[in-house]
């Protein structure tokens, strides 16, 4: 890994999924546990009225759906938040989420090469998507809202009316599955990573590829674009018809080989690379103009700063499984889905006493995390989405 500034690690709490449910019942118990990273577990169980069994846990909180929990012994303190509703959406497997400008409307990719658009208040379905073969791994809105781009297994991408569930658009070009999408400015460019270890830059009207952004010889699992000073100073000229909105955008790719990777879209030049290690890179984000967030298989999170390609300027272990899905919230904090159920808010600014879980899944993968108006939603494995309020989480 790059030479560290700052490292930062914290215990990781655990408690009963259902504790929201348990604790209504007068006279019952839930466990709750703490470890930090290479030591024992410490696990323990707590009354609902508040008393514990030892003095391994204190209950110091019990609000309508949040409780905050101290372990005397490690020297922490966690609040598990339960959601405000729980979306049904799907009997098997979740893959991805996305929700609407408007956050009127969701749309969850699915195991079974469908996808669904529901309404975030009800759940209910307002429409099957169907054309994918095998697994669809990525669905996006367009900023319009009226429109979705999906990708999956089949190393197809497709676009869909939410109007009528149409697919006026499918776009070939990937030899391996598509594993993400982002879009340019109002969405008539757009760009899919693949398993085939390439970035791809197409023109929506016409379903065409324009051209390959990026060409690597492992797997992309992830990207985030952001307008970016450092690729206006590598533009070239104006881009010609039909790619537009490219000049001042900055690719950033999380890759299997452990690095990230930055490059300029309009040049198609390679920037800046991170070498992070030799876990893969799971997911990435810019989090600023200057600093990006990459969440890695082991489970940490690295931040780097794109004026110091040398060096990061602070990881963050935090003892989950796999950082499959990142937010960052724009105040400082970031909502992390991982692999093992944990899905954890922190606060970067002040990482050691600000942690916040989201409670509700038990062991299913975190698949992703979104936020509209006042809510965070999470979707998992278990086929849930789980819908949050920001204002438990202080």
Same mark, same amino acid.
């Given at each position: ?44 169980? @707590? ?39 729980? @979306?049904q959406l799907h ?23 469908? @996808? ?84 791809? @830059? ?16 492992c797997p992309i ?33 999380a890759c299997e ?138």
């Amino acid at each position: 890994m790059a030479d560290l500034l700052t490292c930062n690690s914290v215990p990781l709490m655990d408690v009963q999924c259902n504790w929201d449910e348990v604790i209504r019942q007068p006279g019952s118990k839930f466990w709750v546990s703490c470890k930090r990273r290479g030591e024992r577990t410490i696990h323990s169980t @707590l009354c609902c009225d508040g008393t514990h069994i030892d003095n391994s846990f204190t209950l110091t909180s019990i609000r309508q759906r949040a409780i905050t929990v101290d372990c005397a012994a490690a020297q922490h303190s966690a609040t598990f938040v339960c959601p405000t509703k729980t @979306l049904q959406l799907h009997d098997g497997k979740l893959l991805d989420m996305d929700i609407s400008p408007s956050g009127a409307l969701g749309v969850c990719a699915s195991d079974n090469g469908r @996808l669904w658009l529901w309404d975030t208040n009800t759940g209910e379905n307002k429409c099957t998507l169907e054309g994918h073969v095998m697994d669809v791994l990525t669905c996006r809105f367009f900023p319009s809202g009226m429109v979705v781009l999906s990708g999956g297994m089949d190393m197809r991408l497709r676009i869909w009316s939410v109007h009528d569930g149409s697919c006026p658009r499918t776009l070939y070009g990937h030899h391996g599955a598509v594993t993400e999408t982002t879009m340019i400015d109002r969405g008539r460019n757009i760009i899919s990573v693949s398993k085939d270890g390439t970035a791809r @830059l197409w023109d929506c009207g016409s379903g065409q590829c324009i051209d390959t952004v990026a060409s690597l010889d492992c797997p992309i699992n992830s990207c985030s674009l952001a307008s970016s000073a450092l690729a206006c100073a590598s533009a070239k000229e104006k881009p010609s018809e039909p790619e537009c909105g490219t000049s001042d955008k900055l690719l950033l790719l999380a890759c299997e080989d452990g690095s990230a990777r930055a490059y300029d879209v309009s040049s198609r030049k390679l920037l800046l690379t991170f070498g992070i290690g030799n876990e893969p890179v799971t997911t990435a984000a810019f989090i600023s103009e200057e600093s990006v967030l990459c969440g890695c298989a082991d489970g940490d999170l690295v931040k780097f700063d794109l004026r110091k390609t040398s060096e990061c300027i602070s990881s963050y272990s935090i003892g989950a499984g796999a950082v499959y899905s990142l937010l960052y919230m724009g105040d400082g904090r970031v909502v992390t889905g991982h692999g093992d159920g944990m899905c954890t808010c922190w606060n970067l600014q002040h990482f050691s006493n600000s942690v916040v879980r989201l409670t509700g899944p038990d062991i299913d993968h975190i698949t992703a995390v979104r936020n509209a108006a006042d809510n965070v939603y999470c979707s998992c494995r278990d086929g849930n989405v789980r819908r949050y309020s920001i204002a438990d989480f202080t």
